[in-house]
């Protein structure tokens, strides 16, 4: 990617953004009670999770948790009906059980496929056992070709899961309840074994989960530490997902693609490609060939570390050396991505241009939860935004792509458009709110650590940044 290397910072504005690079403070921390477990699993199932799989016209897998009293957990299947009358034809399967010993318990965790489904057909479900069942839930197949699909992005989540990210996954939810899915681009949590946390993640989203099928790539927040200081993928993450395990051999369902419709959709696990040379080596040897195999007309990728980072102070040198390149020779068109608590959009663009042929792929990093950097405000962005919690729209429609940013509250707060031509070539359309501004205000907790000094050099920054903008346009 061309022009897209960022200004180094001023020594002065690091000072005042090193407090970023902390994982969380103790209040934080604080808030969760040691001894009693708020989520403990019972008979009834709970924490039910649709996922995709690398075949989503023909298949769907669930997933789901019930104390250990339970030993056989099943799942039943019809073709969706208005009536309320459960005729004969059900297609019962038996889940694989999976035993997870948590901070807080030990529960069974179930985990099946429902198989030779139809495309694009509706379908009505329930999961439990020969004593207790779920409620009926319904789920769409995926159809195939150019038809229209959407679906709801979430940047990180990680804190205070039930009482402030809950109105982004509702919001969004209530924005666009036909999405086809959801995706979720790392740092569902804050700690990757809480319990607690998880059990936060699932009333968060509640039943939405069992409707709408998601997709996850793990964060570094996914990762625990092990006895000896390296990273560790969650206990939590295999047994809670379904994911498709189509991977390098040592990362089933963390690195996967599946395509639906007219698009490929892949997963990297960005934590492992930036802690270990062999982690890089393995992803970048599968992704050529996930890449050059593809007979997609989109591909669409995400990971938790951006290539390119939104939050000042931060910088993955290894992405943009050994990724970037990648992504452009193969025409990625969008790269979803998470980690650095702000929002930034952007690519190899002229800030400011409407329409333009692109060269490479959109970057995009948003936050969905309430934890919050300050921007970076570098050269590749075309919008910026600091302390907004965001969600985002994505359909795709044959050849047009149209993203679509949300605040919390419900206001459009940037937009695009991507065509793709007969010739092969992608047109990119500007399409951000030109009566929304941009929000870029300093957090108010950076804020009040910030010395009159520091305040100037962010202001100086600020005024840079909108100058250049201004030029352009």
């Given amino acids: 990617m061309k022009n897209l290397t960022p200004d180094c910072l001023n020594v ?17 921390l604080a808030q969760y009670e040691q001894g009693k477990d708020y989520y403990a699993p019972s008979k ?57 010993e948590s901070d807080k318990s030990t529960a069974h965790y179930h985990s099946l496929t429902f198989t030779e489904l139809q ?55 209530s924005k666009m309840p036909d999405a086809d899915f959801l995706l979720h681009a790392g740092d569902l949590v804050n700690r990757a074994n809480s319990d607690h946390e998880w059990g936060e993640w699932f009333y ?4 939405i989960y069992g409707m709408m099928p998601s997709i996850a790539t793990p964060g570094n927040h996914e990762y625990a530490r092990d006895p000896n200081q390296g990273r560790v993928l969650s206990n939590h993450w295999k047994p809670t997902f379904t994911l498709p395990a ?26 492992k490609f930036l802690s270990s040379e062999s982690g890089r080596a393995a992803q970048i040897e599968w992704l050529k060939e996930v890449l050059a195999s593809s007979k997609m007309k989109w591909t669409i990728l995400t990971m938790h570390h951006p290539v390119y980072s939104s939050a000042a102070g931060r910088d993955n040198e290894e992405m943009k050396e050994l990724l970037a390149p990648l992504f452009e020779e193969y025409q990625v068109d969008l790269v979803l991505q998470g980690h650095d ?44 935004a600091a ?39 992608t047109i990119f359309k500007e399409k951000a709110p030109i009566n929304v501004p941009e929000r870029l205000d300093i957090p108010p907790r950076y804020k009040k650590q910030a010395t009159e000094e520091q305040m100037k050099e962010f202001n100086k920054r600020f005024q840079q940044y909108k100058a250049k903008r201004g030029e352009d346009r």
């Fill in 341 to 384: 608590h702000a929002y930034g959009r952007g690519g190899n663009l002229p800030i400011g241009k409407k329409k333009i042929v692109m060269e490479g792929p959109v970057y995009v990093v948003s936050v969905s939860g309430p934890k919050m950097y300050v921007n970076a405000m570098e050269d590749w962005m075309q919008r910026a």
């Fill in 12 to 28: 002065k504005v690091l000072t005042l953004l090193l407090p970023i690079l902390l994982c969380c403070s103790s209040s934080i």
């Fill in 204 to 207: 968060a989203g509640g039943w």
């Fill in 246 to 271: 189509n991977g390098p051999v040592d990362f089933k369902e963390t690195v996967y693609f599946f395509d639906y419709h007219n698009t490929r959709f892949i997963s990297l696990d960005s934590q």
């Fill in 119 to 173: 495309p694009n057909t509706q379908y009505a479900y329930r999961v439990g056992g020969d004593e207790l069942w779920s409620e009926w839930f319904h789920f769409t197949t995926a159809g195939k070709g150019n038809a229209a699909y959407s679906f709801l992005y979430f940047g990180d989540a990680q804190n205070d899961l039930k009482s402030r990210w809950s109105r982004t996954i509702r919001g969004a939810y």
């Fill in 387 to 425: 302390n907004t919690q965001l969600y985002q729209l994505i359909r795709v429609d044959g050849n047009r792509l149209r993203y679509e940013a949300y605040m919390v509250t419900g206001e459009l707060y940037d937009a695009f458009e991507l065509m793709k031509k007969p010739s092969g070539k």
């Fill in 44 to 100: 009834v199932p709970d924490r039910i999770v649709l996922t995709l799989t690398e075949t989503p016209s023909t298949t769907q897998a669930v997933t789901w948790r019930t104390s250990t009293e339970v030993a056989v957990g099943k799942g039943q299947l019809m073709i969706a009906d208005p009536s309320p009358d459960i005729v004969g034809g059900l297609q019962e399967v038996e889940a694989k059980t999976t035993v997870l």
